[in-house]
C-alpha cells in the first residue's frame, strides 16, 4: 500500500517563523529566519522520531500529535494578548496560570483521542499536508514579491549613499572617539517642561568635568534609524524618499546607512579600529564591518527572536528571561565602555544604548521593574514615571562611566553624549501629534568633550547631522561645510514623507 507523506508538521513549525518575517520583512533581513527555523525543526524533527518510536512506529499519529502541539505552541502567545487582563467581575481570567492550564489540558486530550483512535488517518494526514502547504505559501508569496519589487531599489542607491572621497593623511595627534546615543534622552528643556525635572545636577557635572552641552539641541529626525542614518552619514536623508519611495515602510537603506556609514569609513581610512557594542535592536546589534563586536551573548539573539518567542508559550516566562538579558546588556555596555581604552590604537567606538527608552529594565537605583512591560514601544502618559526613574538611572551610569573614561584613557579622548530623539510620553495620537507632542520628541540630549580647549567650534543648536562635521574639521583638517540645523517629522507607516517642522520645535 503507498505510504502517506508526513510533511504538516515541519511546515507548521517553520510557519510562524516565516509569517512573522514577512510581517516584518521591511525591516528584517531573511537570515534573521536561520537561527529560530533551524531549532523549530530540529524539535520537531526529534519529536516525530521519538513519538514514531512510542507510538510502535504510526507516523502518521506520530505526525498529527506533533503538529496539534506546534499549533498550541505557537498560537499561545497571539490568545494571551487578546484576553490579558479580562476579569469576570472581580476575577482576572486573563492570566498566564490559566491560560497554560487550558492548553496543557487541550494537548492531552487531542494526544489521547489520536493515540486512541482506530480510524485509518491516511485522509486527514493528507488535509493536514494540505493546509499546512497552503499557509506556507503565503508568506513566501508576500514576502518574494516584496523582494521582486524592491530589488533594483537597493542595487543603485546604497552605493550611490555611500560614495565619499577621504584623505588617507593622519589627523597630528591620535585621539579615541567615543560616539554614544542614549537612546530616547530628553532635553533639560523638555524633562522640566514636560516631567517637572530638574536635570541640572546631571548637567552640572558634564559640564565640570569639561562637557560643552548644546542646550538648544533637536534630533533632525524622529525615530532611530532615520536618526542615526543621518548623524552617522553626516548628511540629511530626505533623498531617500526618491529612491525607496513616499509609499514604501522599507528600512534596508537606513539600515545599510548606520552599519556601512561614512563617518566610519572616513577614520578607517584613518588607521582607526572600530569597536561595535551590540545593543539588541535591529541595525546596531551587529556590524559586520566592525573590527570588534562585544555583546554580552550570541549576538542573533535580538528584537525578532524576542517577538518571535512571545507568541509561543515561552511567553508565560519571557518577561523574566527577556528582561535579564536586556539588563545584563546594559549594564555590561557601561561597565565595558570604560575598558576598551586599553585596546592599543586609534579607536572609534559606537555604543548605542537602549536607554532611558523602554522597555523599562530599572528604577532608579538599577533595581528591577517587576510591573513594567516588556515592550520597546511602551510609550505613554501612565509610563512617564518608568521613564523618569530609568533616566534618572542612566544619569549615575554616565557619571561612573565618564570618570572612567578620563582617568583610564591614555590618548586625548572624544566623547559624545547624544540621543537619537526624545521620549513619546505624551504621544496621545501618533498621527496627529501637537506642537507639545513634536517638542517632547525632537528636543534631546546632545553633550560634547573635546580635548585642547575645541568645543568653541561647537554652538548651543547644534545637531547630530552636524556632529562629526564639526569634530572632522577640527581634529582632523577636514573641511565641511556645516549644514543647516533642521528637524523633520514623518510616521512609522510613511517614514519617507518628511515635514519640517523646525520651527516648532525651536527653543523659544
Not at 489520536?114 to 513566501?140: E, G, Q
Amino acid at each position: 500500500m503507498k505510504k502517506t507523506l508526513i510533511i504538516h508538521p515541519f511546515l507548521f513549525a517553520i510557519f510562524p517563523v516565516l509569517f512573522l518575517y514577512s510581517y516584518n520583512i521591511e525591516e528584517l533581513p531573511f537570515s534573521e529566519t536561520f537561527l529560530p527555523s533551524a531549532i523549530v525543526l530540529g524539535f520537531t524533527i526529534i519529536a516525530v522520531s521519538l513519538l514514531w518510536l512510542i507510538l510502535k512506529k504510526d507516523s502518521k499519529k506520530a505526525g498529527i500529535i506533533t503538529s496539534f502541539f506546534l499549533v498550541l505552541f505557537f498560537s499561545y502567545g497571539r490568545v494571551y494578548e487578546l484576553i490579558k487582563g479580562c476579569q469576570l467581575g472581580t476575577f482576572i481570567i486573563g492570566r498566564h496560570r490559566y491560560l497554560m492550564i487550558i492548553w496543557v489540558v487541550l494537548f492531552i486530550l487531542g494526544a489521547y483521542f489520536t493515540i486512541r483512535t482506530r480510524k485509518d488517518l491516511r485522509n486527514f494526514t493528507n488535509i493536514l499536508n494540505t493546509v499546512a502547504i497552503v499557509l506556507i505559501l503565503f508568506p513566501l508569496a508576500s514576502a518574494g514579491i516584496y523582494k521582486f519589487k524592491t530589488s533594483t531599489i537597493k542595487k543603485d542607491s546604497i552605493i550611490s549613499v555611500q560614495e565619499d572621497t577621504f584623505k588617507s593623511e593622519d589627523a597630528a595627534q591620535s585621539y579615541d572617539i567615543y560616539y554614544i546615543i542614549l537612546d530616547g534622552y530628553a532635553s533639560s528643556n523638555t524633562l522640566k517642561d514636560f516631567y517637572n525635572y530638574d536635570n541640572s545636577k546631571f548637567t552640572d557635572y558634564l559640564t565640570e568635568k569639561g562637557f560643552y552641552i548644546a542646550s538648544k539641541s533637536r534630533s533632525n529626525y524622529p525615530m532611530s534609524y532615520l536618526s542615526m542614518s543621518s548623524s552617522l552619514n553626516m548628511e540629511y536623508i530626505n533623498y531617500l524618499s526618491d529612491i525607496v519611495g513616499l509609499e514604501s515602510n522599507d528600512r534596508t537603506i537606513p539600515y545599510e546607512m548606520i552599519e556601512n556609514n561614512k563617518v566610519m569609513n572616513f577614520l578607517k581610512s584613518r588607521g582607526y579600529k572600530l569597536i561595535h557594542f551590540s545593543s539588541g535592536w535591529g541595525p546596531t546589534n551587529y556590524n559586520q564591518y566592525a573590527d570588534l563586536n562585544i555583546a554580552i551573548s550570541n549576538r542573533r539573539w535580538n528584537e525578532f527572536q524576542t517577538l518571535l518567542i512571545q507568541t509561543t508559550m515561552l511567553d508565560a516566562f519571557e518577561k523574566k528571561f527577556f528582561q535579564d538579558i536586556g539588563r545584563r546588556r546594559v549594564l555590561n555596555t557601561f561597565t565595558s565602555l570604560a575598558d576598551v581604552s586599553k585596546i592599543e590604537g586609534k579607536k572609534f567606538i559606537f555604543a548605542h544604548i537602549v536607554c532611558p527608552h523602554p522597555p523599562y529594565l530599572f528604577d532608579e537605583n538599577g533595581n528591577s521593574v517587576p510591573e513594567a512591560e516588556f515592550n520597546m514601544n511602551e510609550w505613554g502618559l501612565e509610563q512617564k514615571e518608568y521613564y523618569l526613574n530609568q533616566l534618572i538611572f542612566t544619569n549615575k551610569q554616565i557619571e561612573i562611566l565618564v570618570s572612567k573614561i578620563l582617568s583610564n584613557s591614555e590618548v586625548p579622548t572624544i566623547i559624545i553624549l547624544q540621543a537619537d530623539h526624545g521620549p513619546r510620553n505624551t504621544y496621545i495620537d501618533g498621527r496627529y501629534p501637537t506642537d507639545d507632542m513634536f517638542k517632547e520628541g525632537m528636543r534631546i540630549l546632545n553633550a560634547y568633550y573635546m580635548p585642547s580647549n575645541s568645543s568653541s567650534f561647537l554652538y548651543d543648536s547644534i545637531t547630530p547631522v552636524n556632529t562629526f562635521r564639526v569634530i572632522f574639521n577640527t581634529y582632523f583638517g577636514a573641511d565641511y561645510e556645516l549644514l543647516e540645523d533642521k528637524s523633520y517629522n514623518s510616521f512609522d507607516f510613511s517614514p519617507y514623507k518628511f515635514t519640517d517642522i523646525t520651527d516648532i520645535v525651536d527653543y523659544d
